[in-house]
């Protein structure tokens, strides 16, 4: 076996996130969180199940059917915080490889959500602000230990440490400690629009959105911190897109209604850069960052007048991540060709139960519960190269998240307040919304 191989220009990407925005394989953008929960702090605590219901301002993106039930002005506002922990493969000897959390905060309670609704009879209309990414976070994963992680490979694919003692022509190799950093703020204005027909409302709204970009990546040798290899990055200024967002909702009477709605995903173009022997940061490739489209179907069922129970089935399309994607670290064509994104199905349910409080204001207790499955952009390709191997170490998928929520809420007849909190084991966020009638 020979010893000190080529050393890869690779690092460990971040794995287990709610979800993964990733059309390049470039380490820091490999774990954003995108928010694809309803808007509002009342959905929240429902565990995200409003699509049935959707009947305050936040319908307004969440369903803009729901818009016709309002016989008011509404303004509302709302503001979110969150945690989440990212995880990296950080030493080991594939496929035995450790692990270490790391946890990334948002950097305050900013404005997530604000809309202004007018009703007019069956008409409604909405104007939104929405915030549906923001996020900055940096990670040092250079250590002093090393290597942090390296493999053995033969000619037929990775192999023991053992077994590559008596194997001709096997090889270790070990992968690169790296620094990284990404800013990334994904914004929304948009305009909606609901017409009520007898019992059925359809909606339909036009979404002004911008994303600003900025992430790189520099890796450096295992034997020296100092000895920088190389750089990549990739970057979007005030890239822009039109999309729309459409929805229906249906009243069986005053129990049970059904609604549904559907997100188109933006779409920005973005640009790679790498280095050339020198470290000069060099144009590599034009790119599309797609956000997934979101489709849903939701129930809402008030069996007693201070109990409501809602139920929702969300499909969100994680393979538009893929779409044309563009490897930075490899020019392998089988192996770029081999990431995939599983498009998944959510299942959110919730509930509202109203006190009976002999007073002039209500007050609103809530519940959730959803299913996140793993969705992370995985490499599936073949194991018998060097990239192959190290890309499969990189992205190794991830797993199913349950999440639990709660909620608050107390209400007047022209003011209502919310708070809630939902939690996974890599996800947590807290909201406060409020709202005004007029």
């Known amino acids: 076996m020979k010893r000190n191989a080529p050393i890869l220009c690779l690092a460990l990407m971040l794995l287990t996130v709610p979800s993964f925005a990733q059309n390049t394989d470039i380490e820091s953008l490999s774990g954003l969180p995108f928010n694809f929960a309803n808007p509002g702090a009342r959905s929240l605590g429902m565990g995200g199940a409003f699509l049935g219901l959707a009947d305050d301002a936040s319908a307004a993106e969440a369903n803009p059917a729901g818009l016709t039930v309002l016989t008011k002005p509404e303004i509302s506002i709302e503001g979110r915080n969150f945690e989440t922990r990212q995880t ?10 450790e692990t270490q959390t790391f946890n990334a905060f948002s950097r305050a309670a900013e404005l997530s959500f604000a809309s202004v609704v007018i009703p007019a009879g069956n008409f409604a209309l909405a104007a939104y602000y929405h915030q549906p990414l923001r996020y900055k976070n940096s990670v040092d994963a250079i250590f002093t230990t090393q290597p942090l992680i390296n493999f053995f490979l033969g000619p037929n694919g990775p192999v023991t440490r053992a077994q590559c003692r008596t194997t001709a022509g096997c090889l270790e190799y070990n992968l690169n400690p790296f620094y990284t950093e990404v800013d990334i703020d994904m914004k929304t204005l948009g305009v909606s629009g609901a017409m009520k027909f007898g019992p059925l409302s359809v ?16 890796r450096t040798s295992p034997r020296d911190p100092t000895d920088l290899l190389s750089i990549v990055a990739q970057q979007a ?59 849903g179907l939701g129930v809402s069922l008030k069996p007693v007048q201070w109990l409501t129970i809602n139920g929702d089935a969300v499909q969100v399309t994680y393979s538009n991540l ?36 002999p007073a002039s204001f209500a007050v609103l207790l809530r519940g959730g519960w959803w299913m996140d499955p793993a969705h ?9 190269s060097v990239d192959g191997v190290a890309e499969s170490i ?10 639990y929520s709660v909620g608050i809420g107390l209400a007047w007849p022209r003011f209502q307040i919310d708070a809630a909190y939902d939690t996974s084991d890599s996800f947590k966020v807290g909201s406060i919304s409020a709202v005004t009638r007029f």
């Not at 770029?336 to 409080?357: I, K, Q, R, W």
């Not at 992370?376 to 018998?384: F, I, S």
């Not at 990189?394 to 999440?403: C, Y």
């Open 203 to 218: 909606g339909l709204g036009a979404r002004y959105q911008q994303l600003d970009e900025g992430a790189f990546t520099f």
């Open 394 to 403: 990189l992205f190794r998928g991830s797993e199913d998240a349950e999440h």
């Open 237 to 295: 200024d005030k890239e822009k897109d039109v999309t729309f967002v459409g929805g229906f909702k249906y009243n069986f009477g005053e129990k049970f209604s059904i609604g549904g709605s559907y997100k188109q995903g933006a779409e920005f173009e973005t640009q790679l850069f790498t280095t050339d022997e020198q470290l000069n940061l060099l144009p590599f490739a034009d790119s599309t960052f797609h956000v997934p489209d979101v489709a």
């Open 322 to 357: 893929v779409d044309n994607f563009v490897s930075v670290l490899t020019e392998n064509e089988a192996v770029f060709n081999s990431f995939e994104a599983e498009d998944v199905t959510e299942y959110h349910v919730g509930a509202e139960v109203v006190l009976p409080l």
């Open 88 to 97: 990296f493969n950080t030493t080991g000897t594939f496929p035995d490889l």
């Open 376 to 384: 992370a952009v995985t490499y599936r390709g073949p194991l018998n």
